[in-house]
Structure formats: C-alpha cells, structure tokens
C-alpha cells in the first residue's frame, strides 16, 4: 500500500480547525462490504432508481421494495465499521466543533462511535407508517414480515424510513448541515459521487465559504476540481492518514 502523505500545509489548517465536517457517502461503507450506487457494480448500475427508490414504486410493488429494503437491512446489519468510520468517529473528540453529515442509512456511523450523525437521506434502522408515520424498529418490522410491509395499527403501510427521490428532505438536518457547512473551518467530502442534490450542494457552500476542501475518492468528481487537497485512495486508508496527520500538528488543549 502506497503510504498517503497529506501537505503540511493542509495537516497545520486541519489540525487547527475550530470546526470541521465530515460529509459521507456510499463509499465510506465500500470497504465494509456494502454497495455503492454509480460506480462500477453499484446498484444503479443493476436496477433503476425509479424502480426501487420512490413513493411510487412503493404503492405500485409494496412488497418488492420491502424485500429490497429488508435485504439491504440485513446487510448492513451484518456488515461491520472499517478504518474509515472509525477515523470520523474519533475526529468528534479532536475539535472544539465536529458535525458529520452522511447521505448513508446503514447506521454504520454510530455503530463506530459516531454520536449524532445528521442522516440526510434517512435511515434503515426504522420503519414509519406511511399514513400516519409512528415508527417501528426495522429489525423486528422485517422480523414480523419478511416478506411484504407489514400494516400499522391506523390501516397504513410500514416503509423504510429513508428518503425517496422526489420527497422532501428532512428540513432540520438539512438546515443544520447548510449551517455546518457555511461555518466550518475544513470540509471533508468521503466516499460520495455528489451526483444527488440539495445533499451534494453542501460541499459547493462550504468552497464558497471559504473553507479548506478535502476530497478522498479514488475516482474523480466534479467537485474534485475545487478541493484543496483530492486524495485518491479509499476511504478505509485516506481517513487513518488524515488522523496521523491532525495528531501530528494538533496543539492540544488544556
Ligand atoms: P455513489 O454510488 O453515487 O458514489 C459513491 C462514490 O464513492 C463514488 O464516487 C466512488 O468513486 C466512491 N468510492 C468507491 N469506493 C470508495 C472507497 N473505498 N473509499 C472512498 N470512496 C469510494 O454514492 P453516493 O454519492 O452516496 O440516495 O450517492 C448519493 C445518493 O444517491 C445516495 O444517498 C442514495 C443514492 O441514490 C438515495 O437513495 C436518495
């Protein structure tokens, strides 16, 4: 493995920072095992968004979107946090100000320590009625009902409590990572394609508010372009590097 070496530049502004954020995507999950959604065998390379991924898919074919939603649950369930998680985890301690903002629903995050990841996109740990959303954990909804979603006291149809395309964001988390983003010192963008918006419009405020732009992708992005520092490896061997290097500089305090 080729060793990262971060600018020292880019390590002093990093270790110094008095508020940082952590925006993640599929990636971040890759090297546990999971699937990301565009590149080479993503999911959205196999099915179509629209097929799996919306309110109308739902009502149309509602047990093979909970079977797919259940799979991807158990999955995750199974899968275990790698070094990068770990890393984002232990960033909470290290700055007087430290918000993550993941467009992931697998509850990787927290299993590694993360304490209160802002879930833009939702999350798979639960289940809501889609009449008049009470909650229901996911693991003992798909426990109940392998196999097709199962009704809620109100007669409504229990879905994953993610976010569909075409549905509303939830406003306070994305209000809370807009004001994250417009305010931190370093924004770090891991593991996402930022091909999905409002979400990926975060990294274009936080470069144009000024902050230091860390991109870790071993691909490009259109977001590449504007970041002070791309570096091209996976996430589970980028984010350990960046820890390695904020200790380095990190003046600590008292
Ligand atoms: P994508 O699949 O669009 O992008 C994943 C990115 O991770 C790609 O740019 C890869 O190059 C990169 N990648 C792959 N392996 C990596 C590794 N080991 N370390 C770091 N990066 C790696 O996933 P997202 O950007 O998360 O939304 O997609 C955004 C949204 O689109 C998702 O939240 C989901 C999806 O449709 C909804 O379902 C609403």
């Not at 394609?193 to 975060?202: D, I």
């Amino acid at each position: 493995m080729a060793r990262i070496e971060i600018p020292e530049d880019i390590a002093r502004r990093f270790a110094s920072a008095r508020w940082v954020v952590a925006f993640t995507g599929a990636g971040v999950s890759k090297e546990s095992g999971l699937d990301t959604f565009r590149d080479a065998g993503g999911v959205w390379q196999r099915e179509r968004p629209e097929d799996l991924a919306t309110l109308q898919a739902f009502q149309r074919h509602p047990a093979k979107i909970w079977r797919w939603y259940a799979e991807r649950f158990r999955n995750a369930s199974a899968a275990q946090p790698n070094p990068a998680h770990l890393a984002i985890a232990r960033w909470e301690h290290l700055f007087p100000s430290f918000t993550l903002v993941t467009q992931n629903v697998d509850g990787l995050h927290q299993r590694a320590g993360s304490r209160s990841p802002i879930e833009l996109h939702g999350t798979l740990a639960w289940a809501r009625c889609d009449f008049c959303g009470s909650r229901r954990e996911m693991g003992e909804a798909v426990e109940a009902s392998p196999d097709a979603p199962p009704a809620c006291d109100c007669g409504g149809l229990m879905r994953p409590a993610v976010v569909w395309f075409g549905e509303a964001m939830p406003m306070r988390a994305m209000d809370e990572a807009a004001e994250a983003s417009s305010l931190c010192e370093v924004f770090v963008s891991v593991g996402t394609s930022g091909a999905v918006y409002p979400a990926a419009g975060l990294i274009e405020l936080a470069h144009r508010e000024g902050a230091c732009l860390i991109e870790v992708n071993p691909e490009r992005t259109p977001f590449s372009r504007l970041a002070d520092l791309h570096l091209e490896a996976p996430a589970g061997e980028a984010l350990p590097a960046l820890t390695e290097a904020i200790e380095r500089w990190r003046i600590p305090t008292a």
